[in-house]
């Protein structure tokens, strides 16, 4: 599903380059649902944002589902976003004046889809994280975890093949946590999702089928788990 | 593409913002439709004023000014007899000799206003057929008849000028006979008398000018050829309406002060208004992330904020026009030769609807840009 070959990701600030990523070699399989662990300011994120064709590497190359979004245009990638990946934050970032449908709802209205064939997969998909009789309500009226379901339930609407969570249980409390985990496990097993998962929770890795640090932009360890 | 009621509700996400933003527009707008009805209304008195079947005989070199013209008392006369094409009306030529004269006047009440004063005789009905009594008589020897708008211009309460009240000119005293309307033209703010008192009044012998009204405007000529053969006469020959239209051009000056004044304070606002919309766009900087990492365009996102602004800025130009309407409407503006009407006109509620429109795209423009330009990593961090 991913193959990252030798992908580099510098930044120039002011005269020096920072470097968060070099040389990185990453390969997950389709359906797999994979952690990412590593300290901060190790390019967790920065590697995130290039399996979700949020940003571009500076060189390398980057195939996911057989096309390399490598050299995708801002355009191109923004297109391909909408198609492909569903993007989980650690602090939702549901949008506030909308409801929990009309957040879910955002990611169809870029597909051509009609108006009931909008609300059926919208409302599957609160469904699914288990939120239908939250709908009308907006994020300010939702708890941290609810709200982190539907965002959730957002990133899945559109039926992409990757979802990408950065840290999702990172502002939450243990309960919320194991919810939003047992779905994301659910999602993979169920749907055959291939989930890449930032965390810094050990707790949170041993929910994903495979483990990965990362060190000062290179990973370092492997340890699956079963 | 997001939905239009995104846009609206994120309007009333900051209410003092949204009122700043409608707030902004409306005084633009407004001043915009302030100054296109101001000077709609001068061009429209000046245009209304003059008759292009009128022709005015003037002193040569007086063009500018008939007030400084001096002709012959005895013009009238011989140019009646000499120029063909001179209306007829039930046998009565329609021609009359005019002194147009400027000067103060003092109400009964101790009130005191410039006035213009227009010496006539009763044929000036005949060739000003705009002019109407509206009451009371045509003025005899020592009276006068006031435009309705005369006090406006003079800038004295309205009821000073009522019929049977006196007035001074200089020093002597006059009875108001009558009133009349001369609608939109700018003798309804002038005071009219009979030719002979405004002689003696301004102390001379000679009149200011000749005004003939031709059967078409196209015996303006028989008037241009009697000006050019009696040299003796040392006369020109003017339509009406083009010594208007050059009054006209004498104002521009003014027009475009009044247009640049609206310019600057507009300008003003609309850098304010530009800060508003940043700081209102720029506090949901990582939304706008969001919806691109969704997979929204950028375009998208930018005609929803388009939108946003957009409609704030159609609400502040209903807010002015409404303004507009209840305020200036009606309204009489007196300058140096008259006094006008300025009316919000479809014209002008078409011009405030531009702006309004214009504002709310092109205003949003800078901001948005501003908004969607940073990398979308770091917008999302934000
Ligand atoms: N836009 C940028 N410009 C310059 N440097 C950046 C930029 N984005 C990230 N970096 C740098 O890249 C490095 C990796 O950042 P990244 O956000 O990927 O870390 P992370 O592993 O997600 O950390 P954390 O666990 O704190 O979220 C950091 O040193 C950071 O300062
Ligand atoms: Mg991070």
Redesign the interface.
Known sequence: MITCKSISKSYTKGTNIVTPLENLDLEVGRGEFLALMGPSGSGK??LL?LI?G??SPSSGSLIIDGENIASFSR?QL??W???KVG?I?QLY?L????TAFENVE??L??TSMSKAERRQKAEEALEIVGLQDRSHHTPSELSGGQEQRVAIA?ALV?DPALLVADEPTGDLDRESATMILELLQKLSRERGKTIVMVTHDARAAAAADRTLHLEKGKLLENEPHL | MLPLSYALRNLFRDKSRLLQTVGGSALVVMLVMAAAALNGGMKQVLAASGSSRNAILLGAGSEESIQRSEVSAQLSGIAEATIRGVSKVMGRPAATAEIHYMSALHTADGEKGQALFRGVTPSALLVHPEVRLIDGTFPQAGEVMVGKLAWRKLGIAEDALMIGKKVLLDKSEMTISGVFAAPGTVMESEIWAVIGDLRMLAQRETVSCVVLRMDHPKYFSDAELFAQQRLDLELTAMRESDYYAALGDFYKPIRIMTWLTAGLVAAGAIFGGFNTLYAAFASRIRELATLQAIGFGRFAIFFSLMQESLVACLAGTLLASALALWLLDGMTIPFSIGAFTIGITPGVAVIGLVTGILLGILGSIPPAIRCLMPALPKALRS
Do not use: E, G, Q, W
């Open positions: 994120t920065t944002n979700s949020i940003d355009k923004t297109a976003r909408a198609r993007y934050f970032h949008i506030p004046v909308l955002l990611p209205l870029i957002r559109a």
